[in-house]
């Protein structure tokens, strides 16, 4: 299956499409069951996988092994993937991206910040100049065969995010996104700078960009818009409202809370694309003749026995 030419069929639908950030097998398991298109969270992967900071920590082979786990899992699923700077080298990028679109990736959504980098919700980001990031976007985009590809700014200041989108729009870029647009003028105007290409949003709980709904999206121009950290933000609070309640209830499990049947439900859909068991290899037939003094010849024995 072609995953970036169907990316490219679903983003180009009239509304918003939502894609939905997961960090590991069981949010992307829930996940699945909502929506149609999965995002791979830096974030939540820095988080799930390292129990570190976005900051730059996550090594490449890992985000290319848990997107092969979701490409087995789920096969008719988008999944667009977060490789945060691609890496640090151009030819790591490069690598990456090809090995994404080998096992399975949808598209993959690549920053212009410079190391040490940073959460793009948070203070402290610094952007490469922007022909080194275009450099290496055009050698990432040469890499790809069918994968769909976000050029991504964190440039803060909204004059540099809109003429840095405006650059990307000039390439043979998918889409665009500028991260922690703090406002919907900045929306408008970063829509605007992005000409034909798709704008992708990134919107976070407790981040730099105002929370909107998927209707107020679409009428801001926003072909995509990415929910990077719902999964991981609730994920926390049950896991923590959940041992509260067990100590103060003396280590008493709950009777209401989500038991080994609900739970094995759940995952025992991720084997049904690989339940189809073949008929089995028909063996031909093979008439043999009857034994001397008639009657049929014994199972398994040669002919004239």
Known sequence: MDHGSAFRR????????????????????????????????????????YGLPDIGFIAWPDVVGFVQR?????????????????YVDVEVACHVVRALEQVGASGVVMEDQSRPRRCGHVAGKQVLPLPEYL???????????????????????QA????????????DADAVLADGIPSTDAIRAVARAS?????????????????????DLTGLGVGVAIYSTPCLFAAHAAVDAALTRLRAADGLLPADSIGVAESQDLLKRNLA????????????????PLPAGGG?????SPPGA
């Open 10 to 49: 679903a983003v180009a639908g009239s509304e918003t499409l939502p894609v939905i950030g997961v960090f590991d097998m069981m949010s992307a398991s829930i996940a699945a069951r909502h929506y149609d298109a999965l995002f791979v969270s830096g974030f939540g992967l820095a988080a799930s996988h």
């Open 70 to 86: 979701l490409r087995l899992a789920f096969p008719e699923h988008h999944l667009l993937v977060d490789i945060d700077d691609g």
């Open 135 to 157: 450099d290496k976007l055009n050698a990432v985009l040469a890499a790809r065969a069918d994968l769909f590809v976000v050029a991504r700014t964190d440039a803060t200041e």
């Open 160 to 171: 540099e995010a809109v003429a840095r989108v405006a650059a990307f729009a000039g390439t």
């Open 195 to 215: 000409g034909a290409k798709p704008l992708v949003f990134n919107q976070m709980a407790g981040g730099r960009s105002p929370a909107l709904s998927l209707s």
């Open 273 to 288: 694309p690989r339940r189809t068991v073949p008929p089995p290899r028909a063996e031909p037939v093979t008439e043999r």
């Open 296 to 300: 049929s010849p014994r199972p398994g």
